[in-house]
Nanobody, 111 residues
Framework: QLQASGEGLVQPGGSLRLSCAASGIIFSINVMGWYRQAPGKQRELVAAITSGGSTNYADSVNGRFTISRDNAKNTVYLQMNSLNPEDTAVYYC???????WGQGTQVTVSS
């Protein structure tokens, strides 16, 4: 089970951190990812992190977002900086290893 948290409304230029706590899986060996889906758009991969800590980012967020993990806490994070209205979406965490989704968490960037 994956439980995401951290939803919020932020102003453009602001920051927000999402968390996703895992249970019932061997978290440390899972490749984890954050996806997002904006209204009327397809769900897209935002960032991913391997069990060894290697990361990959979508071009649209590279340099602004940081994915990280704490295996001791079975948690993956997404630190989002320099947010803009185009980042508004429902964000989902996912175990790419076992193809398991968490519930979505809403991020709204608006003045």
């Amino acid at each position: 089970q994956l439980q995401a948290s951290g939803e919020g409304l932020v102003q453009p230029g602001g920051s927000l951190r999402l968390s996703c706590a895992a249970s019932g899986i061997i978290f440390s060996i899972n490749v984890m990812g954050w996806y997002r889906q904006a209204p009327g758009k397809q769900r897209e991969l935002v960032a991913a992190i391997t069990s060894g800590g290697s990361t990959n980012y979508a071009d649209s967020v590279n340099g602004r977002f940081t994915i990280s993990r704490d295996n001791a806490k079975n948690t993956v994070y997404l630190q989002m900086n320099s947010l803009n209205p185009e980042d508004t979406a429902v964000y989902y965490c996912k175990s790419l290893t076992i193809n398991s989704w968490g519930q979505g968490t809403q991020v709204t960037v608006s003045s």
